[in-house]
Structure formats: C-alpha cells, structure tokens
C-alpha cells in the first residue's frame, strides 16, 4: 500500500529505474548513500513496522533477494568476502540492508573503534 510521502513507495512509482530486482512482495535498490561500493537495500513493499510484522511469505520473498543480491554481489567483485545483513525502520517502512563486510573499506582503529 502507497503512501503519498513514503521515500520508498515513490521509488515503486516514480522511480522505477532505480530498481535491480523485483517479486511480488519487495524489491532491491542500491543504497543512495552506500557505505560500501555495492551497498543494496531489500524493502517490502508493504509499510511494516519491522522486522517482525512481515508476514512468512515477505520474510520468504525478501530472503529470496537477499539470496539474488548476494550471488550478484559475488559475480561481480571476487574481493567481497562477508556480508552485513541488518534492517531498520523508516518513515514506517522496513529496510533490510545487505552491504559487503565494513572491515576492507575501514582502517584497522575505525574498525576496532579507535
């Protein structure tokens, strides 16, 4: 279900390019502000508001492309070796973040959080 201000309902709608993959209950954008090179969000396309408000059948279909990302992922950049998988919640829409490991792209005392 739309909502008129929702960032992520308009990418369903207006913004349609932006989208990488797609089934009947979510689909994958690359992240705006990407944290790593390949950075990609897996969102619902129903408002929830978490994790734990998706129904089996979203949990099954955003797995699905966190499994379709990733292989991709991989195909893509042979020095990926770890995935970060995270969700959050904005604007009342979940977010579920698939980003390769934090730990190359940070210096040794970023990462150990000097």
Known sequence: MATENCLFCN??????TRIIAENELAYVIRDG???TDLHTLVIP???????????????????DLLRQVRQQIQSSDSTVDGFN????SDLQKLILEEKQDDRK??????FNGR
């Not at 396309?45 to 797995?63: G, M, P, Q, T, V």
């Open 33 to 35: 502000f990407p944290v």
């Open 45 to 63: 396309k129903r408002h929830a508001e978490d994790y734990f408000s998706l129904s089996n059948k979203e949990l099954i279909a955003c797995d």
């Open 11 to 16: 990418i369903q709608t207006n913004e349609r």
């Open 85 to 88: 998988i995270g969700g959050y």
């Open 105 to 110: 792209y940070l210096t040794e005392g970023e």
